[in-house]
Antibody, heavy 119, light 108 residues
Framework: EVQLEESGGALVQSGGSLRLSCAAS????????MSWVRQAPGKGLEWVGR??????????DHAAPVKGRFTISRDDSKNTLYLQMSSLTTEDTAVYYC??????????WGQGTLVTVSS | SYVVTQPPSVSVAPGQTARITCGGN??????IHWYQQKPGQAPVLVMF???DRPSGIPERFSGSKSGNTATLTISRVEAGDEADYYC???????????FGTGTKVTVL
């Protein structure tokens, strides 16, 4: 059974930084493409970024609102996905979900971790 | 950036059929995926590649596409189907992923 457990969410001041983690189990993590998706309070889903498996290049791509401020990375030895966030603004306040990817779909989701950015 | 539109809400009586639409430019050429999100829970994939159901998803859920509109159909609606539903696609030109605006399904 695929399990994804996010952690690291917190209350942070505007301009600050935070790193989220996603511990994965139940599948071959090193072969998986992974993504982060976020959801602001009362709003819809927003894709944040994707990281390919190392075997397929290991490249990351990020959505325009976070490009240059957020970085997705992975440690396959620890079966863990990360999201390094910097220059945070109140617009980044959201629940952040870690997901596995099946082709272009997000097929398994964690329960999410809440990031609150105060002004 | 690519925009995907959904009706904000759909209301349906128990036992009836709910249809949730998803529209966008040239959507007919894109693979559409659908997610169900109940209050306080993470989204769940309920349909992928337009009309394929993941294991564990009831046959009451079906997907289709015609022209520039994709549709998620829920037959014999139950109270437990009340949730927000999102469509999603991959935009090849940007290599980015886009979610629809979401539809709240209310079971009367």
């Amino acid at each position: 059974e695929v399990q994804l457990e996010e952690s690291g969410g917190a209350l942070v001041q505007s301009g600050g930084s935070l790193r989220l983690s996603c511990a994965a189990s139940g599948f071959t993590f090193r072969n998986a493409w992974m993504s982060w998706v976020r959801q602001a309070p009362g709003k819809g889903l927003e894709w944040v970024g994707r990281l390919k498996s190392i075997g397929e290049g290991g490249t990351a791509d990020h959505a325009a609102p976070v490009k240059g401020r957020f970085t997705i990375s992975r440690d396959d030895s620890k079966n863990t996905l990360y999201l390094q966030m910097s220059s945070l603004t109140t617009e980044d306040t959201a629940v952040y979900y870690c997901t596995t990817m099946y082709s272009s779909a997000f097929d398994s989701w964690g329960q999410g971790t809440l990031v609150t950015v105060s002004s | 950036s690519y925009v995907v539109t959904q009706p904000p809400s759909v209301s349906v009586a128990p036992g009836q059929t709910a249809r949730i639409t998803c529209g966008g430019n040239n959507i007919g050429s894109k693979n559409i995926h659908w997610y169900q999100q109940k209050p306080g829970q993470a989204p769940v994939l309920v349909m992928f590649y337009d009309s394929d159901r993941p294991s564990g998803i009831p046959e009451r859920f079906s997907g289709s596409k015609s022209g520039n509109t994709a549709t998620l159909t829920i037959s014999r609606v139950e109270a437990g189907d009340e949730a927000d539903y999102y469509c999603q696609l991959w935009d090849r030109s940007s290599d980015h992923y886009v979610f629809g605006t979401g539809t709240k399904v209310t079971v009367l």
